[in-house]
């Protein structure tokens, strides 16, 4: 079954989906909590990657979006193989690091396990944020292509901060996502399964298209959705994105993995990445080839 996939053209696609996700949460990071005319006042369309909005970061720092799944990504190669008791331990660790940013409801969870050593929030019908879907990667890179390990590490990673059936449903469409886009599946195709998740969860329907982009699940999925779906381009796709303000290092961040890893390395923009934290995009290249290699399709080539 593994002889259809093309391990390299994998890599590629994995590589530009993480560094695609670092570059939206460093590009929509300046952007965060201003509102689409506000950014088009003050930048036209903003496009580039200058560091500064309210968090006051240097020009390709990253957020916790990334910093979060990298974590994840850590625990993955240092415990050889999957554990939430690590994942768990690197967030706690990151947390008294003092981040640059942490959401609410990912402190709270993160700080009922360093009390309680709780590793599974308690359900709650308000935590229906997109802390848990921006960081499944690390997760959805280490069960390529297994569905059934997919489904097992993205609801456990979410299930420490985020309790909620609709964030475990966009969680589990997005790592779908990657999976078929690692694959190298179309954007029709991509589609039906967006409508999957609509069918199930119509709330999530994302034609027309509200323009809402905030922190809530729906309004970051429908963004991603809109504008990943209607872009011609990795550059299309996120610029669309973070453009619409709010939330943007988060859709940005979402975007950036989906188009990433749908487009491939050779159609992110040269001058995003020299902006980029050389150390995170090193690192981020050093877990892609382990995450890769441990993967059931690693081991399996």
Not at 145 to 171: M, R
Request: charged residues 20%.
């Amino acid at each position: 079954m593994f002889n259809q996939y093309n391990l390299e053209e994998i890599r590629d696609r994995a590589r530009a989906s993480f560094i695609g996700m670092a570059i939206g949460d460093a590009l929509g990071a300046t952007v965060e909590f201003m509102t689409a005319s506000e950014i088009t006042a003050k930048y036209g369309t903003f496009r580039d990657i200058i560091g500064g909005g309210w968090l006051r970061l240097k020009p390709g720092q990253v957020t916790d979006d990334t910093e979060m799944a990298l974590c994840i990504g850590r625990a993955i190669i240092k415990n050889q193989g999957w554990s939430l008791e690590a994942v768990a331990d690197n967030f706690a660790a990151w947390l008294k690091s003092r981040p640059v940013d942490c959401g609410d409801t990912c402190r709270k969870g993160i700080r009922a396990y360093m009390l309680k050593r709780q590793l599974e929030s308690p359900p709650n019908e308000w935590d229906a944020g997109n802390g848990a879907a921006m960081r499944i990667l690390p997760a959805a890179l280490f069960s390529f292509p297994d569905g059934e390990l997919l489904k097992k590490y993205i609801l456990e990673q979410a299930h420490l901060t985020h309790n909620n059936p609709v964030s475990d449903a966009a969680c589990l469409c997005l790592g779908q996502l990657l999976h078929m886009t690692l694959c190298g599946v179309g954007k029709s195709q991509l589609r039906r399964t967006a409508d999957g998740l609509v069918a199930r969860f119509p709330t999530f329907a994302f034609v027309p298209y509200r323009g809402l982009a905030t922190g809530y699940i729906v309004d970051t999925m429908q963004t991603v959705f809109h504008w990943f779906f209607r872009g011609k381009c990795f550059e299309e796709c996120l610029v669309g994105t973070v453009n619409q303000g709010a939330d943007a290092d988060t859709t940005g961040a979402i975007c950036g993995m989906l188009a990433g890893a749908y487009y491939g390395m050779d159609a992110i923009p040269r001058r995003w990445i020299k902006k980029m934290d050389a150390k995170v995009i090193t690192e981020i290249e050093l877990q892609v080839e382990r995450l890769i290699t441990a993967s059931p399709m690693g081991k399996m080539m």
